[in-house]
């Protein structure tokens, strides 16, 4: 197993800043996610850790090592490509025999490593064609096979999932972590999808505009956002989040236009250590309830249904209040509210112990 | 209007016909008219005109190969070979560095390559003949493939660009990452992959080599070192001009390119599409 | 930035981007030292050299130069180049264009004709200078045999031979040389015209000099006016075709500056004038191209 470190890593396009920064370990054997909107730099510090671009400032670090001017080869981790790059010009056995064969490994054995890899892939009987002659999905097996077969310590992924269609990418991504954890090799996978992220990673960086916006732990990200911007892309659907004041009138409680939510008496203190009065509130979309039934103690306010999207074993509620123009809310309890439908007056209650207070200029958390 | 704008379209259709018609025995005749000439007895050549050949026989090959010419033949395999290999490898790796490295004086360097074909080229004749007196290569092949590599060089390499700009670089860091070093990624995938291009530029170089008359002329002094252009406009310099030996030797020029055009003509024209496509 | 950063920046030059930067230069070198071996050197000797008499080799100044506006022979020869230029442009423009638009519909065994036609260029050209020898001879070639059978001559005409001929028929045999070259290009420009702006001026009730005027004519007009500057610039360098066809005769009328230079400095053995004639040509075609890009049209223009 190997450790990856990225030493205060800053790259620059001539006056654009793409990586800014970067200081953070990943942890050995996990599966890391770099993830970030488009342009946020995570492929490009994808590809300083793989060697393909020079860091202007800081360093990469394998197992403590400086490895910043070392080209790829030496480094012993390989990469699997948005694009996969596989080449038709040679079979699906030469593709993936490639690195063993750069390290002088005789043929006998690497055959041998490339079926019993190939077996695992389920493609030992596509070793002998070209890759142009094989699905999506068996392709994106041989790019991955390519990586496997040579059992580096890293693997690198390039948004692999992006060019499959949604079944296949679901199948692949499962795979992927089956894997992963099987084989304990560091993986570090760029995405821009928070969904894939969340539901195999067991870290995850965020970046934004070349920045760290948070590392840790996926359920870190989802459960205690660092900023604003985290608890934003994060989970889906997304986040709500409005304008409020703090107010304290006995309990704590947020002022939003009309509607007052009390806090937990028990962060009271933490509540009134936030600096100024006028915060952004978030509260998860799976953190409001519909109904006045159940615990009482909630903070409640009143809302109309604007539009209903149904998806089976769930729905997705659009209200109107005085809170925000429009709100976003979700209910896990179909049975009780599947007769809801537009125009509806409803109550919505507010689990406060889920909600998230940010700074309004900086967007940190508080809370 | 709709039955006069029909027949107005099929009439455009008919001369488009008869045009394109005209144009092939226009370009095509000359070549016939050769060809006959080299398989007719001697007194048909100079006897009365018509179109087809008047009798059949190979004494004008044998004549041709009785004065020599095969010589030439050889030397200008051996100068359009030269020309082929050097140029391609030349403009092969000159377009990967151009088009993958960032360098100081890259624009440069690929400005310098790409813009001597608007070079005057007969401004040279003087000097490179004074240079090759110089250092003692008149007659010599080297001189030649060098200013023949020199005439092909932008054309092949901007073919070449245009080829390799259609490799995905993510193919060469696939092998990167695998355990190739630059050159190796470049010879295991780069190469293999381009090789309609470098097919391209080196039929285009070939071509251009075996016909290319001034440079042959001016520095191919000694006869026996003539290549085939120069040969031929021996044999035309002659007191008395045989037309049959000339027609023969004419299409021995011929056959060699035209075969390799027909075989490449594919990947050339694709190459002249790419290559002319961004103009 | 600062002066520490600036020094871990000069250690990264030692890094992969150096060995890149060193590979690049080193794969690049080869044809950029073709270049100065087979075009810089030897030009620039030239130009020492049109300041010398290479008899003595002393330094004559302007002399070389002086013979040269003061020989007729000079200006009338520029004047046949501007002539056989011209002339090739404007036909091969006016030839390749037409067939290239007669190529320009889809129909069966097009791409096959595409590629005979191209056979004229690929011929050696002494081969074609042989071949239109030939047809032209008086005696014994078919095209006077015919012209005098269907009366449209009275006799015999060698065209390369008679003084008001030669220079036309020798535009003619080039052009027809390159005519192929120009449409299989500008076929090649106007495949990239997307067939809905046809359609649409066909729907707008555009016959078919409209669409030609409206769509064809501005697709073409940038592509042509670069090829046009190329094809001046090849063509005004011509030297093979007519040495092969005339060798500058019947007295000197295809003697063009190309012909005049060889003429010069290898039959009349003069060095120093005839590279004086090659820098004064050069001189000519840079002036040429500065005036060409001062068009309106070319200011920020991509090319170059």
Sequence with gaps: MTKIELDHVTKEYGSLVAVDDIAIEFTEGAYTMILGPSGCGKSTTLRMIAGLETPTRGDVLIDGEVVTDQPPRHRNLSMVFQSLALWNHKSVRENMGFGLQMEGVDKEERNARIEEIAAVLQIEDKLDQPPSELSGGQQQRVALGRSLVRKPEVILLDEPLSSLDEKLRLEMRTELARIQQELGTTFVHVTHNQEDAMTIADEILLLNEGEVQQFGPSLDLYHEPDNEFVADFIGSPSINLFDANIVENGAVRLDAGGISLDLPERHRDQYLSVPRSDVRVGVRPESMYLGDDGESGWPAFSATVDVVETFGDYNWYYLQSDLEESLVSQSANVNVMNSLSRGDEVTVRVNPESVHLFDPKSGEAYF | MSANYTTRRRAVTGLRFGLLAVALVVFLFPFYWMFKTSVEPTDAVYGDVGLLPGGFTFTHYEQAFSVGFHESVINSLIVAIGTTVLTTVVALIGAFSILRYRYPGRGGAAKLVLLTYMFPHVALIVPVFYLAAQVGLLSSPIMLIAMHTMLALPFCMWILMAFLEDIPRELEEAALVEGASELGAFARITVPLSYPGIIAAGTFAFIMSWGEYMFAFVLMRESASHTVPVALHQLLGAYAIDWGLLAAVSIIATVPVLALFWLMAKYLGEGIAKGTGVV | ?304
């Excluded at chain 3, 002399?63 to 011209?86: A, K, M, N, P, R």
């Excluded at chain 3, 069966?108 to 074609?128: C, E, N, Q, S, Y």
């Excluded at chain 3, 008086?138 to 009366?151: K, M, Q, R, T």
């Excluded at chain 3, 067939?195 to 697709?219: D, I, K, N, S």
């Design chain 3, 1 to 304: 930035m600062s002066f520490a950063d600036q020094f871990a920046f000069r250690d990264r030059l030692e890094g992969i981007e150096r060995k890149g930067t060193l590979i690049g230069i080193a794969l690049v070198t080869p044809a950029v030292a073709l270049v100065l071996v087979t075009i810089v050197y030897p030009f620039l000797n030239a130009v020492q050299i049109s300041f010398t008499d290479l008899g003595t080799g002393q330094f004559v100044g302007l002399e070389h130069y002086q013979w040269l506006v003061s020989h007729d022979g000079f200006w009338t020869f520029t004047w046949y180049s501007i002539v056989w230029t011209v002339g090739n442009i404007v036909l091969q423009g006016a030839f390749g264009i037409g067939i290239a638009l007669l190529l320009h519909e889809k129909f069966f065994g097009r791409d096959a004709i595409r590629t005979v036609m191209l056979v004229p260029f690929v011929v050696p050209t002494a081969v074609t200078a042989i071949t239109w020898r030939w047809l032209f001879n008086s005696s014994y070639g078919p095209l006077n045999y015919w012209a005098v059978e269907f009366g449209v001559l009275s006799g015999a005409v060698n065209p390369l031979t008679e003084t008001s001929y030669a220079l036309a028929t020798v535009t003619l045999v080039n052009v027809w040389r390159w005519t192929p070259l120009v449409a299989l290009v500008v076929f090649a420009v106007l495949q990239t015209i997307p067939q809905e702006e046809y359609e649409a001026a066909r729907v707008e009730g555009a016959g078919l000099l409209q669409e030609f005027y409206h769509v064809t004519v501005p697709h073409l007009q940038g592509s042509l006016t670069i090829l046009g500057l190329l094809g001046v610039l090849l063509t005004f360098n011509i030297f093979d075709m007519v040495w092969l066809l005339t060798e500058g005769g019947p007295v000197g009328v295809t003697t063009t500056l190309p012909v005049f230079i060889y003429d010069i400095a290898f039959n009349l053995q003069n060095i120093g004038r005839g590279t004086a004639v090659s820098v004064v040509l050069f001189l000519m075609l840079v002036a040429f191209v500065v005036a060409y890009f001062q068009q309106e049209e070319f200011k920020g223009g991509t090319f170059g």
